[in-house]
């Protein structure tokens, strides 16, 4: 694995130390979400206090890119309000671990990446429908899960 350059030293300690890996206890959303050919999959769990991420956690299994990418996504949500949440755009996430590259070079690699922003997109999708009643933002929030990748 620490042969091929997408590895970097960023990634492979994500993977070894997850940030904000564990379970809350009943949270406002959660939302699992996998990647059905390889297997992996996590669970996001939110709590949400005065339109603000006041806490989040995932657990699961995924491969290192996966690991490393849903760590530093609840690194920069936590404390975040939801319209932040809301706008978060996927090269955001990308360029915080230099993997843009991969929207072009890697459409496998890219679900690696992108899974647990689909979780979050998805997760709080429910949560603008059915507790925000903000049926445009869920609306845009859906389809923009569903295009991820
Ligand atoms: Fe499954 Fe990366 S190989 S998430």
Redesign the pocket.
């Known amino acids: 694995m620490s042969g091929d350059p997408i590895y970097t030293e960023m990634i492979i300690e994500y993977s070894r130390n997850p940030s904000n890996y564990g379970k809350i206890d009943e949270p406002h959303i959660h939302r699992h979400d996998?990647?059905p050919?390889?297997?992996?999959s996590i669970d996001l769990y939110l709590n949400i206090d005065d339109k603000k991420i006041s806490d989040v956690k995932f657990d699961g299994k995924?491969?290192?890119?996966?690991m490393a990418c849903t760590s530093v996504l609840t690194e920069m949500i936590k404390g975040k309000d939801l319209d932040y949440v809301k706008k978060f755009e996927k090269d955001e996430l990308l360029s915080e671990l230099g993997l843009e590259h991969l929207i072009k070079t890697s459409p496998?690699?890219i679900?690696?990446?992108l899974?647990s922003l689909k979780a979050l997109k998805y997760g709080i999708y429910s949560y603008f429908a059915e507790k925000m009643n903000d049926i445009e933002s869920a609306g845009n929030l859906k389809e923009e899960a569903s295009s991820l990748y």
């Open positions: 996998s990647n050919l390889c297997g992996d995924g491969c290192a890119i996966c496998v690699r679900k690696c990446a899974l």
